[in-house]
T-cell receptor
C-alpha cells in the first residue's frame, strides 16, 4: 500500500492564481480531510469528507473548495491564491469514526504564495 | 469549544535525558487523546493514544496517561535518543457530540531537539 499520497510536494503561486492539490489513498478509507499547518498554530482543519459525494467545512474553509467523486481521491482547490494561504498542507484519511480511529497523513505540500 | 494546550518549545535535551511534554485539554464530551509525531520533512504519524480516563498509551518507549481529573495527557520518555528529534503534537477527538465524526483538534506542537 502506498498509503496517503500528495502532489505536488512544493508549489509557488502568484497572488490570484488557482491550483489543485491532489490527495489519494489506497486503504479504502471512508473519511478524508485536509489540514493546514502554520507555525505556532498546530494543524487546522480546512475541509473533510465522510464518504464519496459528501463534504463539509472545517475550521478554516474560506478560499478553498473540495470535492469527493471517488473514495480514493480528495483534491483541494485554491480558487484565487492569497499570501495568507502560504502554508504546509496535509491530507489525511481514516477508516472509522469508532472510538479511537487513527488518521493517516500524507507527506504534505509546501505552498508559497507571492 | 474544544482546545489543546501544549508547552512551548523548542525543548533541547542531551541524549539519554528524560523528556516530558505537557499537554492539557478542554472538551465538552468524552474525548480520545492522541500524540502524533512529525519527523523532519515528513507527515504526522500516530505515536500513541488513549480512549478513556486512566488509560495509558505507550509506544517506542514513550508513555502518556489520560488524567481526567487534571485534564492532562503528558508525554514522557525515560531516555531519549537523537532519532527522537521531531515535533510532537497532542490532539483530541471528541466522541461525545453529534458532530463528532472524529475531527482532530491539535495543539500547537512542541519541537524536541536531542543532541549527542
Amino acid at each position: 500500500n502506498a498509503g496517503v499520497t500528495q502532489t505536488p510536494k512544493f508549489q509557488v503561486l502568484k497572488t490570484g492564481q488557482s491550483m489543485t492539490l491532489q490527495c489519494a489513498q489506497d486503504m479504502n478509507h471512508e473519511y478524508m480531510s485536509w489540514y493546514r499547518q502554520d507555525p505556532g498554530m498546530g494543524l487546522r482543519l480546512i475541509h473533510y469528507s465522510v464518504g464519496a459525494g459528501i463534504t463539509d467545512q472545517g475550521e478554516v474553509p474560506n478560499g478553498y473548495n473540495v470535492s469527493r467523486s471517488t473514495t480514493e481521491d480528495f483534491p483541494l482547490r485554491l480558487l484565487s491564491a492569497a499570501p495568507s494561504q502560504t502554508s504546509v498542507y496535509f491530507c489525511a484519511s481514516s477508516y472509522s469514526i469508532g472510538e479511537a480511529y487513527e488518521q493517516y497523513f500524507g507527506p504534505g505540500t509546501r505552498l508559497t504564495v507571492t | 469549544g474544544n482546545s489543546v494546550t501544549q508547552m512551548e518549545g523548542p525543548v533541547t535535551l542531551s541524549e539519554e535525558a528524560f523528556l516530558t511534554i505537557n499537554c492539557t485539554y478542554t472538551a465538552t464530551g468524552y474525548p480520545s487523546l492522541f500524540w502524533y509525531v512529525q519527523y523532519p520533512g515528513e507527515g504526522l504519524q500516530l505515536l500513541l493514544k488513549a480512549t478513556k480516563a486512566d488509560d495509558k498509551g505507550s509506544n517506542k518507549g514513550f508513555e502518556a496517561t489520560y488524567r481526567k481529573e487534571t485534564t492532562s495527557f503528558h508525554l514522557e520518555k525515560g531516555s531519549v535518543q537523537v532519532s527522537d528529534s521531531a515535533v510532537y503534537f497532542c490532539a483530541l477527538s471528541d466522541q461525545g457530540t453529534t458532530d463528532s465524526w472524529g475531527k482532530l483538534q491539535f495543539g500547537a506542537g512542541t519541537q524536541v531537539v536531542v543532541t549527542p
